[in-house]
Every structure is written in C-alpha cells, then in structure tokens.
T-cell receptor, first 114, second 113 residues
Framework: EAGVVQSPRYKIIEKKQPVAFWCNPI?????LYWYRQNLGQGPELLIR????????DSQLPKDRFSAERLKGVDSTLKIQPAELGDSAVYLC????????????FGQGTRLTVV | DQQVKQNSPSLSVQEGRISILNCDYT??????FLWYKKYPAEGPTFLIS?????DKNEDGRFTVFLNKSAKHLSLHIVPSQPGDSAVYFC????????????FGKGTKLSVKP
C-alpha cells in the first residue's frame, strides 16, 4: 500500500517568490495534516483537515500561507511571498480520523529560501 | 513554552544493551502519547503509543512507560540494534483535540556495534 506522497522533495527559491507543496494522503484517510519542522525542532502543526474542511488552522500564518484540500483527498500548501524564515521541512501526514491518532507522515519537502 | 520536553538531545548505546529515551510533559490535559522514529531525509514513522489510562505498552523490543503523577514517559528499546539509530520524537495529544499532536524536539539515538 502506498504511503503519504509529497512533492517536490526539495525546493530552493528566492525570497518574495511563491512556492507550493503537494500531498497525496493514504487512501481512505479522512484526516490530513500539514506540519512544519525547523532545524533541531519537532514538527509543529500548521493546519488539519477533516475531509475537505479545515478544522484547525490556528497555527497557519494566514497573511502568506494558504492551503486547500479539494474533494477531500489531495492537498496543496502555498506560501506567497516566501521569507527567509520559511526555510524548513514541510511534512504532510494523514490518519483515519476519529479517535485514531496514529498519523502517517510523508517524506517531506525541504524548502530553502535564499 | 514547551509542553513536551525531551531534555537529552542525544544518546549513545552499545549494541545489545538497553536504550532509554525520556520525555516530560507539562499539560495534564494530554490523554494520548506517541513515539515516532525519524531517519535522515525521511518523514517520522510511528513506533508505539500509550493511552493515559495505561502505564505500560509493549510491542516487541519496544516498551513505553507512562508515569502520570510525574508527567513523564519513557521508551525502552531492548536489545538495541544499529538499525535503531535515528531521531526519536515524543508526541502528545490533548484530550478533545482529536488528532493534533504536539512534538518534543527529539533525541538522536546512536547504537554502536
């Protein structure tokens, strides 16, 4: 069974440019998460979806970050414009939802803003 | 303010011996705890979990212990193998928050042959 798929694996952009990340969760997983992991830190939640609804986006910097999950399957996370401090690994995860909390992570996208 | 703390950035253990990774938390509303393992250039992989109604959960070489009064949990790996070398993250879920996980900073485990 395929796991969580993310693309691209790596992205280098200049500051003020836009960037987008894509995630395909495990089939049948209703809950999708986007996490950001800074160097030397643990992952921090940006947004959580239940099907196509964003149920927790309190940690998402809404002035420059946006996300969508059309049809409740794939998701994209966008940053516009990117800043130097956005350099991090962006992780997508999915879970069955409900009380099942075990989240399965993708390999992540390493973003470098120069 | 860190709610989940892993105070040891690194740990080195000899192959065959026990590895003990520690995690402390401050929020008494946490009701579910998980350990994830992460290899370089890969995403975290779920390892083992424990509900706050239990004090121990075992899965093969991995055992997690929970001491609620001390707000402390630990992951024991016995026996340790070189393939266990990775960064281990402790994570916690707050009661009623569904799947939102709060992670510690991680402990890098090195198992030497």
């Amino acid at each position: 069974e395929a796991g969580v798929v993310q693309s691209p694996r790596y992205k280098i952009i200049e500051k003020k440019q836009p960037v987008a990340f894509w995630c395909n969760p495990i089939s049948g997983h209703n809950t999708l998460y986007w996490y950001r992991q800074n160097l030397g830190q643990g992952p921090e939640l940006l947004i959580r979806y239940e099907n196509e609804e964003a149920v927790d986006d309190s940690q998402l910097p809404k002035d420059r970050f946006s996300a969508e999950r059309l049809k409740g399957v794939d998701s994209t996370l966008k940053i516009q414009p990117a800043e130097l401090g956005d350099s991090a690994v962006y992780l997508c995860a999915s879970s069955l939802g409900g009380t099942n909390t075990e989240a399965f992570f993708g390999q992540g996208t390493r973003l470098t803003v120069v | 303010d860190q709610q989940v703390k892993q105070n040891s950035p690194s740990l080195s253990v000899q192959e065959g011996r026990i590895s003990i990774l520690n995690c402390d938390y401050t929020n008494s509303m946490f009701d579910y705890f998980l350990w994830y393992k992460k290899y370089p250039a890969e995403g975290p992989t779920f390892l083992i979990s424990i509900s706050s109604i239990k004090d121990k959960n075992e899965d093969g070489r991995f055992t997690v212990f929970l001491n609620k009064s001390a707000k402390h949990l630990s992951l024991h790996i016995v026996p340790s193998q070189p393939g266990d070398s990775a960064v281990y993250f402790c994570a916690a879920r707050r009661r009623g928050s569904q799947g939102n996980l709060i992670f510690g900073k991680g402990t890098k485990l090195s198992v030497k042959p």
